[in-house]
């Protein structure tokens, strides 16, 4: 039995409480400053406010001020904050480690330097490194899951990959149960574009729902999908790109962490929801300051925090501008305010 410290008490890193019992590990759940409300329902009731459901017995929840006591003893961190959330969380371990502990991360995102992107993982290792000495091994977990299905035991495979290939084959063997079934993977950079890219091309997918309420309506009541399925392969074509750009390979692409996890994502949620407003004409300002407002929509904020180094990357040669004409209607869309016009004969051509 290991004792494992979950930084961040939303919907997937209270979920990942579920195998993490399952398996015997003592688990100690703390919220983020923002979680307060969640603790103290946990804490009162047992039960996780988003999730709806009562989380296993044993966890002990605590607030945020409480990661030091949390992190004594711990034989593992998992990392659950959104994106927005990885630098209060790079500060908070810097602040409260006293010696390195592993980490795993649920957290997706890519950091932007000027000239490509670099891993969360390899960017939370160079970042404690950095400000406090400590030399940790980082994972990430990647692959289609949502967090409320893992809160009721549905069936869930993931992929789990480190730059040390023994500490994701171990992790998988910590976590695996009758329901949760982690598979191991090398291919950081591809794993990671993809857990990041997917939310973010979930919004092209969900442009042709949108869309179709703005059709005229047929006498046979016919639906989007073919144009949906359209975006969904020039999604996974884009995603390639990314992916081999920046040292990935293509199988993660087309396995579980790109077209697997981008299909889940497609069925719902805030960036499906974004891209049918956009379907339906809104820019996104509009959309932020209507009926999206005070969200976080996380395919959106990768798309701003990775614009300028998108865009500067194909303007050195290093990314081929014309083999990704829906990322760029995308940035467009994000960036300038500007209508998501999906550009459909490029996608035939790139």
Known sequence: MSIITILGAGVMGSAM???????????????????????DSIRSTGRHPKLNVKLPDGIAACHAEELSG?????????????????????????????RPIPVVMITKGMHPEPDRLICLPDHV????????????????????CI????????????????????FAQALCAMFETDYYHPRPSPDVEGVEICAAFKNFFAIGV??????????????????????????FDQAIREMMVLAQAHGGTTQSVWGMPGAGDLYVTCQ??????????????????AVRNGPMKGDTIEGAELGVSVAATLRSMMAAGKLEAAALPLTT???????????????WAAFHRS
């Open 17 to 39: 409480t579920l195998p993490a019992r399952d398996r015997g590990h003592e688990v100690r759940l703390v919220g983020t400053h923002l979680d307060r409300a969640i603790i």
């Open 268 to 285: 719902a949620g805030r960036n499906s929801r974004l891209g049918n407003n956009l379907g339906r004409g809104l820019t996104y300002s």
């Open 125 to 144: 290792t160079a970042e404690v490194r950095r400000r406090c000495g400590l030399s940790l091994t980082v994972a990430a977990i990647g692959g289609p």
């Open 70 to 98: 949390a992190l004594e003893t711990a034989d593992l961190v998992i990392l659950g904050v959104s994106s927005a959330g990885i630098g209060w969380a790079i500060e908070r371990l810097c602040e409260t480690l006293t």
């Open 329 to 343: 209607a995308l940035l467009d869309a994000l960036t300038r305010d500007a209508a998501l016009d999906i550009p």
């Open 147 to 166: 967090a409320g299905e893992l809160a009721v035991r549905r069936q869930t495979g993931t992929v789990i990959t480190a730059r040390a290939p023994d």
């Open 206 to 231: 969900g442009w042709a729902a949108g869309h179709l309420e703005m059709m005229a309506a047929t006498e046979n009541r016919a639906f989007n999908h073919n144009a949906a399925a359209i975006l």
